[in-house]
Antibody, heavy 119, light 109 residues
């Protein structure tokens, strides 16, 4: 069974840092591109970042560029999102999501990890 | 940046009725790059349709997608109780890589 489990969310002050993790199981992690997508409370979906299977392609949304860093460890079947210089508007549930073939949609999602940026 | 506008914002229907959801793009989108998701409260989104009209694995055939260019449609032929949810369209672009529409909520009338 494919599973994606996020962790690392919590309450952080503006300007602070947080690192999210996404543990993958039930599939060959190294053969899939991965994304982070977030959803502010009561709002729609916003794509955050993408990393290719071998990490040779990494792309960010303009809203997080220069502040967030996506990475993966295929040996540990894990995806990460290092979030620095956090702002109030970064408050959201962060989902990791698998992308089986480029531009074919995100076919499996984690349950999400809530990040709250507040003083 | 391509903007996706979904309409209506809310659709009030009864079980058994047909639902027609619209996703309009500000510029032409390749059909290969148009995707639909369903999201229920407190849950992650679920992939329904990719390539504008191909159903994802395990998706019932009452869900269908169509359209091209700037106008795309998700149709639910006969609403089941479990279909009441929020639906998002999504497209792949150059920058940003993925863009979502604002969503359509299908609620019980």
């Amino acid at each position: 069974e494919v599973q994606l489990v996020e962790s690392g969310g919590g309450l952080v002050q503006p300007g602070g840092s947080l690192r999210l993790s996404c543990a993958a199981s039930g599939f060959t992690f190294s053969t899939y591109g991965m994304n982070w997508v977030r959803q502010a409370p009561g709002k729609g979906l916003e794509w955050v970042s993408y990393i290719s299977r071998s990490s040779n392609s990494i792309i960010y949304a303009d809203s997080v560029k220069g502040r967030f860093t996506i990475s993966r460890d295929n040996a540990k079947n894990s995806l990460y999102l290092q979030m620095n210089s956090l702002r109030d508007e970064d408050t959201a549930v962060y989902f990791c999501a698998r992308e089986p073939i480029s531009v074919s949609g995100l076919d499996y999602w984690g349950q999400g990890s809530l990040v709250t940026v507040s003083s | 940046e391509i903007v996706l506008t979904q309409s209506p914002g809310t659709l009030s229907l009864s079980p058994g009725e047909r639902a027609t959801l619209s996703c309009r793009a500000s510029q032409s989108v390749s059909s290969n790059y148009l995707v639909w998701y369903q999201q229920k409260p407190g849950q992650a989104p679920r992939l329904l349709i990719y390539g504008a009209s191909s159903r994802a694995t395990g998706i019932p055939d009452r869900f269908s997608g169509s359209g091209s260019g700037t106008d795309f449609t998700l149709t639910i032929s006969r609403l089941e109780p479990e279909d009441f949810a929020v639906y998002y369209c999504q497209q792949y672009g150059n920058s940003p890589r993925l863009t979502f529409g604002g969503g359509t909520k299908v609620e019980i009338k």
